[in-house]
């Protein structure tokens, strides 16, 4: 795709003998949040890093601009915002001034400096507390300003690892809102993230990344309906009983997974698959009917086994 910001063909990064990330293809283009999504070690973060131009790929092709990570690494990072997984800000020293001096670093002289953080910091809600030590605010008032900083060249895509981790659910949303209006205004977007409503709330496009693999790619909707049926229904029953269904729960959908606590029936008619449970002469605790998610897509995708 030539107007792509972002081509990568068999891109490949080891470790010694560990493969992190394995022969994968994706293209971003320009205005778009792309999404790489996926477990923990499913290989997102290596992959950020080596579109950051920090990190040499092992084989493949990557150009990001249309420039080459391994011989124009300072021309790409002069146009990209970065917010690691972790804050790495001064935190004693005040605000403002986590902002100039990281503005100094691309040459930016502090007549235009100025300007600029009075605007990110108003962009942010931080703006009252400009003169605070970093130390002194919240964890979600801390992320806000790790990425106002990676604003602070007006960068032509940002990278963000996992933004909203260890936030609480306010903190999270204020955040959202924020990266959905840097996406209006035309920034390209490149988020890697493990939280499914995320996900779906910011991306247009993404892939799912499992063991350094990418095993599905497309917008949250069509993955949703490719992969899983258009409702779940969730069935408990009580203890001891669930684990001798097995046989009548045989076909009651399009497919049946049997979890410790409850039962999955996926189905594009929920009415009618309930209706069936009573028919069989099921007495459950009780029945949720819902829509499917992204998270029904992931976990279909990348299994149930917890990842350390």
């Not at 910001?5 to 560990?18: E, H, I, N, S, W």
């Not at 009580?238 to 999955?264: H, S």
């Not at 459950?284 to 149930?304: A, I």
């Amino acid at each position: 795709m030539s107007d792509s910001l972002v081509v990568a063909r068999g891109l490949t990064k080891k470790f010694d003998d560990f493969t992190a990330v394995d022969a994968v293809d994706f293209d971003i283009v320009p205005g778009e949040a792309f999404g790489f999504l996926g477990p923990n070690g499913a290989g997102k973060t290596s992959t950020m890093r080596m579109i950051g131009a920090v990190s040499p790929i092992t084989s493949g092709d990557l150009s990001v601009f249309g420039l080459n990570p391994e011989s124009e690494g300072a021309q790409i990072r002069a146009r990209l915002g970065v917010v690691p997984q972790q804050d790495n800000l001064d935190e004693e020293i005040p605000v403002d001034e986590n902002l100039l001096i990281y503005g100094r670093y691309f040459g930016m002289s502090r007549a235009e400096l100025w300007p600029r953080i009075d605007e990110l910091l108003d962009f942010a809600e931080l703006g009252e507390r400009r003169k605070d030590k970093v130390a002194a605010l919240s964890g979600g008032m801390k992320r806000r300003l790790t990425i106002a900083r990676a604003l602070i060249n007006e960068p032509d895509l940002l990278l963000l690892d996992e933004p909203t981790t260890g936030l609480d659910p306010q903190a999270r949303h204020l955040l959202w809102d924020r990266l959905y209006r840097l996406k209006q205004q035309g920034v390209t977007l490149i988020i890697t993230t493990h939280f499914m409503d995320e996900a779906e709330q910011l991306c247009d496009r993404l892939v799912v990344m499992d063991k350094g693999k990418i095993v599905a790619e497309g917008s949250p909707r069509s993955l949703i309906e490719e992969h899983v049926t258009k409702e779940v229904i969730e069935v408990r029953f009580p203890v001891g009983v669930q684990e001798t269904l097995a046989d009548q729960l045989d076909g009651i959908a399009k497919r049946v997974e049997i979890l410790p606590d409850r039962v999955l029936l996926y189905t594009n008619d929920g009415d009618g698959t309930m209706q069936e449970v009573h028919s069989r002469g099921l007495e459950p605790e009780s029945m949720l009917d819902r829509r499917s998610t992204l998270e029904d897509v992931f976990l279909r995708l990348t299994g149930r086994t917890l990842i350390d």
